[in-house]
């Protein structure tokens, strides 16, 4: 939900960058286009924000994942040496 709204909220700022652009600077385009531009970097830098956030987060995921099945293995193997099991292997 969060990300979602960083999206709406960069494009909102570039629509209304460019609209103002436009309307306050008719016939100066180089002016409009440095306007677009800068609303182009700030989305830019937000979607680069959120690829980071969401790679973290797949990291962290993972690193949770390999936790819990490190612990289930470790108390498999705890099992069947309680029970004198030839393979005590998991």
């Given at each position: 939900?969060?990300m979602?709204?960083?999206?709406?909220?960069?494009?909102?700022?570039?629509?209304?960058?460019?609209?103002?652009?436009?309307?306050?600077?008719?016939?100066?385009?180089?002016?409009?286009?440095?306007?677009?531009s800068?609303?182009?970097?700030?989305?830019?830098?937000?979607?680069?924000?959120?690829?980071?956030?969401?790679?973290?987060?797949?990291?962290?995921?993972?690193?949770?994942?390999?936790?819990?099945?490190?612990?289930?293995?470790?108390?498999c193997?705890?099992?069947?040496?309680?029970?004198?099991?030839a393979?005590?292997?998991?």
């Amino acid at each position: 939900m969060t990300m979602k709204r960083t999206l709406l909220n960069s494009a909102l700022v570039l629509v209304t960058a460019a609209t103002l652009a436009a309307c306050g600077q008719e016939g100066e385009e180089n002016k409009v286009e440095d306007a677009m531009s800068n609303a182009g970097d700030a989305v830019e830098q937000t979607m680069d924000d959120a690829g980071d956030a969401l790679n973290n987060a797949g990291n962290a995921m993972e690193d949770t994942m390999t936790d819990a099945g490190n612990a289930i293995e470790d108390k498999c193997e705890e099992v069947k040496e309680g029970v004198n099991a030839a393979d005590t292997n998991c």
